[in-house]
């Protein structure tokens, strides 16, 4: 029982490292440590895996900030992301993100003021040097560029997938939510819902703001990855979490993740009330 105690620290054999987080008594996961980017893996546009070039992504005062004062010469579409190092299928996800400073010079004329947070995504070590997106899937942020000009945050957009929306495969990239338009320098906190393959759900300072089903591989945009991890029409159970860069600085904070599958039987000594998807295989009774 101690191991479920408020602060307990876990450590996690993952992959490429050592990944140390907290997990608090109601189950949130502290996915940012406030100091250094310990547990999370940058892939960059033209670059290797684990190359975080001219320190686009960086910890300083207990947030992760996106930026590029270290960049030379042209933005060259250095899309950049940075991974979570361990995959989720059914999660609530929370993060608090303000857009900050100018648009980097020629980064496309779209992401100003845009970023977002990819999940479902593949393995950055499965990414190739050229490839620019990986697959997933984005909830997107955005804010208002002209005053009076809606312009809504918490979108889908799909590079290299498709979901269900409305009943169909809704052959857009991205679907803009109901959100409100945010301006300026302001912290805006966005949340996810996902159930493995089934229901996704976008959410605003507490709103919900779009829903969709059925994530899964398929459509355009992403360029440059291994055929081999491109079977379109398969269903996105679970997948990586990242952070985005586009050319815009931006600052992240209070990035937190809840599991929600697991022992949903009451009998048992590893039963929690925020479970939501029953694995009964996971149930403890000694």
């Known amino acids: 029982m101690k191991t479920q105690l408020l602060g307990?620290?876990?450590l996690f054999l993952f992959g490429c490292g050592l990944l140390t987080s907290q997990i608090t008594d109601d189950g949130w996961e502290t996915m940012f440590n406030g100091n250094d980017l310990s547990g999370w893996t940058t892939k960059v546009y033209h670059?290797?895996?684990?190359?975080?070039?001219a320190d686009t992504f960086r910890a300083e005062d207990e947030m992760i900030k996106v930026r590029y004062d270290k960049?030379?010469?042209?933005?060259?579409?250095?899309?950049?992301?940075?991974?979570?190092?361990?995959?989720?299928?059914?999660?609530?996800?929370?993060v608090q993100y303000r857009f900050v400073g100018e648009l980097y010079e020629g980064a496309p004329e779209y992401t100003i003021l845009n970023s977002g947070v990819m999940f479902h995504s593949q393995?950055?070590?499965?990414?190739?040097?050229?490839?620019?997106?990986?697959?997933?899937?984005e909830i997107q942020f955005l804010a208002g560029v002209e005053e009076g000009v809606d312009r809504p945050t918490g979108n889908m957009c799909s590079p290299g997938t498709d979901v269900v929306y409305e009943g169909k495969i809704d052959p857009r990239h991205c679907?803009?939510?109901t959100s409100d338009t945010y301006y300026g320098n302001q912290w805006v906190t966005a949340e996810l819902m996902v159930y493995h393959d089934s229901l996704v759900k976008h959410i605003i300072n507490g709103k919900t703001v779009l829903?969709?089903?059925?994530?899964?591989?398929?459509?355009g945009v992403a360029n440059g990855y291994d055929p081999k991890m491109k079977e379109d029409g398969k269903l996105l159970k679970e997948g990586f979490i990242a952070l985005q860069s586009e050319g815009q600085p931006i600052d992240f904070k209070n990035i937190e993740i809840r599991n929600l599958k697991g022992c949903t039987d009451?009998?048992?000594?590893?039963?929690?009330?925020?479970?939501?998807?029953?694995?009964?295989?996971?149930?403890n009774y000694q």
């Not at 393995?123 to 899937?137: A, G, H, N, R, Y």
């Not at 829903?211 to 459509?219: A, D, L, N, S, V």
């Open 8 to 10: 307990t620290s876990l």
């Open 47 to 53: 670059y290797e895996v684990g190359d975080n070039y």
């Open 71 to 94: 960049y030379e010469g042209d933005f060259n579409n250095r899309f950049s992301h940075l991974y979570y190092d361990k995959p989720f299928s059914d999660f609530h996800f929370k």
């Open 123 to 137: 393995d950055p070590q499965t990414m190739l040097k050229e490839q620019d997106w990986p697959i997933s899937v």
């Open 175 to 177: 679907i803009k939510s």
């Open 211 to 219: 829903e969709y089903t059925k994530p899964q591989i398929g459509g």
């Open 266 to 283: 009451p009998r048992a000594l590893n039963y929690k009330k925020y479970y939501e998807i029953s694995d009964k295989e996971a149930c």
